[in-house]
């Protein structure tokens, strides 16, 4: 079965960095394509970054574009998200996940769910 853990989440201050780990457990993900998604309280699940299985494609919500680079390391079965210049409006619980879609941006075209870890950005 197919696992994922996020970590690096905390409490950070406006225009402060954070990076974001997520390792997969049960499955390579050489043959996944990855992304990050967030959600405040009341709010649907919103898209913020994915990576094709290759590493080769990246995507982007346009209000992170700039500030946030989504990478992975196949080897290690991690996914990473770089989060800089952190603004308050950040401040979510971020969840990542896998899939055999590349480029999804929808919740419904990935398979696999980590937990998610928080992140807030205190202005």
């Known amino acids: 079965q197919v696992q994922l853990a996020e970590s690096g989440g905390g409490l950070v201050q406006a225009g402060d960095s954070l990076r974001l780990s997520c390792v997969v457990s049960g499955r390579t993900i050489s043959v996944l394509n990855m992304a990050w998604f967030r959600q405040t309280p009341g709010k649907e699940r919103e898209f913020v970054a994915a990576i094709s299985w290759s590493g080769i494609s990246t995507y982007y919500a346009d209000s992170v574009k700039g500030r946030f680079t989504i990478s992975r390391d196949n080897a290690k079965n991690t996914l990473y998200l770089q989060m800089n210049s952190l603004k308050p409006e950040d401040t979510a619980l971020y969840y990542c996940?896998?899939?055999?879609?590349?480029?999804?941006?929808?919740?419904?075209?990935?398979?696999?769910w980590g937990q998610g870890t928080q992140v807030t950005v205190s202005s």
């Open positions: 996940a896998a899939g055999m879609k590349s480029g999804a941006r929808t919740v419904g075209s990935y398979d696999y």
